[in-house]
C-alpha cells in the first residue's frame, strides 16, 4: 500500500505529499523535501523513512519537537489518520486515494524535493574558543548537522575528567566578569536552545532601552561574560561527536597538517591574534592612520573598576549618558565602572612589588586585575604587586577614582578589583582568505576572520560582541549554505564579506565617536584631551558647571522617559551632584555627553544577505 502526506492547517492545507522508498524530510532548509517556512520550525526538522512494511516519522533534535496527536515524539510509527504538527503546519497521515475529508480544501499543486543526501563531512577549525568561537561552532553543528565536523582550541581551558572546562585564576585564567549588553537583533539569530540557556530567569537584566537594534517586541539584554562562556563551553561538551574541544592554543605551523586536512580556519582569538598575525600576507596589513590624529595612532586607556553600585538602573543610564568620563555597565548594580584616563592618568596605571621593591606594569600591559586582599589593597595575584596609586595619599588619580565611585553610589568597601584596557582600533581590509588552494591530496582551506580578530571596536558604545555574534552568525550561514562536497570558492563568501565589512563600518564609526569630538574651534581633538585640560584648570565657575550638567540631564531624561521608566527627579539629581568636587564636575562637563545621534541611527541587519534561506531559530520563550 501507497502512502502519502496531506496538508490540513497551514501553507500546505490541502496539498498531497506522495511517499515511496526515498525518504521525506521536513525542515525550513530549501533542501527538504517539504520545506516549512514557518519559525517555529528548524532547519532540518523531522523526516519520514520505510521501515519494513510500514512508515516511521523520526525527529532530527528539531528546538520545537515533532507532535503526533498531541504529544512529542522522536521516533513513531506511522498509522492511518495521525496527524502530524511540524512547526505551525499540521499533516495527516493516509493512504493514497483517500478521499478528502469534507472539512480539507481541495488539492492543489505539491512542492515535493529530492531527500537530503548525506555528503562528505566540513571540517572546521576555530582558534579561540570564547563566545564568538563558541557561539560559531554551537550554530555551525545545528545548521549542518552530521556533515561537519567542528574543533575548537583555546588554552584558556583545561580538562577535568571527560569534560573541558575553564581554568580558574590559580591556573592562571582570570575570568571576565564584565557585563556586556547583547542587543536583540544577536540573540534572537542564536539557536532557540542558547537562547534559552544563556537567558534564565535572574541571569541577565533589561538596563537600557529598546532601539534600532531592538527587533520582534525584544530589547537590550545585560550578560556577564563569563556566564555566555559558561553556557557555550556547556553545550559544546554536550557534542561530543561533532564538536571536538582541545584545551590548547592553535599553533598554525605545529597544526599544519590538521589545517592542511580543514575545509575552513575560523579565526577568533581576539584582538592581537598571533594566527591572523601569522596569515597577514593573506589578509592583508591593517592600516591605523584612518584613527590617527595628526599622525599618531589614537588610543584611550580605561580603568575598569568592579563595582557594587546602589543607584537604579534608570539614573545610571541616565548618569552614564550624560558625560564621557565614566561608564557603568551591570547586573543588578554589580558590573564595571570604567574610567577614561587622561595620559597623565595613565602613567599612574602601575603596581609595585613591595618585596623586590620594584614597579610593574602587569595592570596596564596584560591586563591583570588586582582584588582587594584581606588587608584591603589590590593585589596582582600573578605578579604578587600591589596597585600602586591607591597606596599614595597624594594620588591625584586615586582621588579622582574616588569621586567616580561616588558619582554613581559606590561605596569605597564596594569596590572589589581594578584592572585597565588600552583600546585603540583599525581598519582590516578583509576578513575572507584562501590559506590554501585545492590539490590533490588536500581540500583547500579558506580563513576567515571573526570576533574581535577581526573589528576589535572601543567598548564604550558597547557594540564589540554583538559585532563579534554577528560576524558568526553570517559566517555559520554562509557555510551551510555553500557546503556541498566541492572546494569553496571566493563566490562562495560575497555575503559573509559584504556583512563584515558593513559591520566595521557601522560599529567602527560609531566608535571613533566615542574617542574624538569637535573642539570649540571645530577641529577634531580627542576627548581625553578635554577632559586633561578640564582637570589641569584652575579656578572656574561651579554653578555653571552644575547648570550645564542639569540641561544634560534634563534633555536627556525627555528622550528616554518613554522608554524607561523611574527616572530620577531634578531635586534627586541636584542632590546626587552636590558633594562632587569643582575638578569633577568640570571633567563631566568637558567631555561632553554621548554622541547619540552616532550611537544611535540605523544598524546592519545582515538577515539582508540571507532573505532567500530562512536559517534564525525563533525567539526563546524566556
Known amino acids: 500500500m501507497s502512502f502519502e502526506i496531506v496538508g490540513r492547517e497551514g501553507p500546505f492545507a490541502g ?33 519520514i523513512v ?14 520545537n519537537g515533532t507532535v503526533v496527536n498531541g504529544e512529542e515524539v522522536a521516533s513513531y510509527r506511522l498509522r492511518p489518520g495521525d ?13 493514497s486515494g483517500t478521499p478528502a475529508a469534507p472539512d480539507e480544501p481541495p488539492v492543489t499543486q505539491m512542492f515535493v524535493r529530492s531527500a ?25 553543528e545545528h545548521l549542518i548537522g552530521s556533515q561537519v565536523s567542528v574543533t575548537v582550541y583555546d588554552a ?118 598571533r594566527t591572523r598575525e601569522h596569515f597577514t600576507d593573506k589578509f592583508g596589513q591593517a592600516d591605523k592612520t584612518i584613527y590617527s590624529l595628526d599622525g599618531e595612532h589614537l588610543q584611550d586607556v580605561v580603568l575598569g573598576l568592579r563595582v ?92 579622582r577614582v574616588r569621586q567616580g565611585l561616588e558619582f554613581f553610589g559606590v561605596a569605597e568597601g564596594n569596590l572589589s578589583a581594578v584592572t585597565a584596557f588600552r583600546l585603540n582600533m583599525v581598519q582590516r581590509p578583509r576578513f575572507t582568505a584562501q590559506l590554501r588552494p585545492a590539490t590533490a591530496t588536500g581540500p583547500g582551506t579558506y580563513g576567515f ?26 559566517l555559520a550561514r554562509s557555510l551551510s549554505s555553500a557546503w556541498n562536497g566541492r572546494p569553496f570558492r571566493d563566490a562562495d563568501f560575497i555575503r559573509h564579506e559584504a556583512a563584515m565589512s558593513m559591520l566595521q563600518y557601522r560599529h567602527k564609526s560609531r566608535a571613533w565617536n566615542a574617542m574624538v569630538t569637535a573642539g570649540e574651534d571645530g577641529a577634531t581633538v580627542a576627548i581625553k584631551e578635554l577632559i586633561a585640560r578640564s582637570v589641569e584648570e584652575e579656578g572656574g565657575d561651579r554653578e555653571a558647571d552644575l547648570e550645564t550638567l542639569m540641561e544634560r540631564l534634563t534633555a536627556i531624561r525627555e528622550r528616554l522617559s518613554s522608554r524607561i521608566s523611574g527616572m530620577p527627579d531634578d531635586a534627586a ?40 534561506e530562512v536559517t534564525a531559530e525563533p525567539a526563546a520563550k524566556v
Request: charged share 25%; hydrophobic share 40%.
Open 50 to 63: 520505510r521501515d519494513g512494511g510500514g512508515y516511521v516519522l523520526r525527529d532530527r533534535e528539531s528546538s
Open 573 to 612: 539629581l541636584r542632590e546626587h551632584l552636590r558633594t562632587l568636587t569643582d575638578e569633577t564636575l568640570r571633567s563631566l562637563v568637558a567631555g561632553g555627553p554621548w554622541d547619540t545621534l552616532t550611537v544611535g541611527g540605523e544598524e546592519v541587519d545582515i538577515d539582508i544577505f540571507y532573505r532567500d
Open 308 to 399: 557594587r553600585s546602589d543607584l537604579s538602573d534608570p539614573m545610571t543610564v541616565l548618569l552614564t549618558v550624560a558625560q564621557n568620563r565614566f561608564l557603568l555597565n551591570s547586573l543588578r548594580g554589580e558590573g564595571f565602572l570604567n574610567m577614561r584616563l587622561t595620559d597623565a592618568e595613565a602613567r599612574e596605571v602601575i603596581g609595585i612589588d613591595p618585596v623586590r621593591q620594584v614597579f610593574e606594569e602587569c595592570i596596564a600591559s596584560r591586563p591583570c586585575v588586582m582584588a582587594r586582599d584581606e588587608y584591603g589593597d589590590f593585589t596582582c595575584s600573578t605578579h604578587s604587586t600591589l596597585f600602586l596609586p591607591a597606596l599614595v595619599k597624594g594620588s591625584a588619580l586615586w582621588k
Open 156 to 273: 584558556r581551558w583545561t580538562r577535568e575528567g571527560s569534560r573541558v572546562v575553564w581554568k580558574d585564576e590559580k591556573q592562571g585564567n582570570v575570568r571576565r566578569q564584565q557585563v556586556v549588553t547583547v542587543q536583540s537583533r544577536q540573540y534572537l539569530n542564536l539557536t532557540e536552545p542558547m537562547q534559552e540557556r544563556l537567558f534564565q530567569p535572574g541571569a541577565y537584566t533589561e538596563m537600557w532601552p529598546s532601539g534600532p537594534d531592538s527587533i520582534r517586541g525584544q530589547g537590550p539584554r545585560n550578560i556577564r561574560i563569563s556566564r555566555i562562556e559558561d553556557v557555550l563551553l556547556e553545550m559544546a561538551n554536550e557534542r561530543p561527536g561533532r564538536i571536538r574541544l582541545v584545551p590548547e592554543r592553535f599553533d598554525p605551523v605545529e597544526n599544519a597538517e590538521e589545517l592542511a586536512r580543514s575545509h575552513v580556519l575560523a579565526v577568533c582569538e581576539g584582538s592581537r591574534s
Open 83 to 95: 496527524l502530524i504538527t511540524i512547526g505551525e503546519e499540521v499533516f495527516r497521515w493516509e493512504p
Open 449 to 474: 576572520l571573526l570576533g574581535d580578530a577581526a573589528n576589535a571596536i572601543h567598548f564604550w558604545p558597547g557594540r564589540g560582541l554583538n559585532s563579534g555574534l554577528a560576524s558568526a552568525i553570517s
Open 116 to 140: 537530503v543526501p548525506s555528503g562528505p563531512v566540513l571540517n572546521v577549525l576555530v582558534s579561540g574558543g570564547g563566545p564568538v568561537g563558541l557561539a560559531f561552532a554551537l550554530l555551525l
Open 15 to 47: 496539498q498531497r505529499f506522495p511517499v515511496g522508498d526515498a525518504p521525506v524530510t521536513f525542515g525550513r532548509h530549501r533542501d527538504n523535501s517539504v520545506v516549512v517556512a514557518s519559525r517555529a520550525a528548524s532547519r532540518f526538522h523531522a523526516e
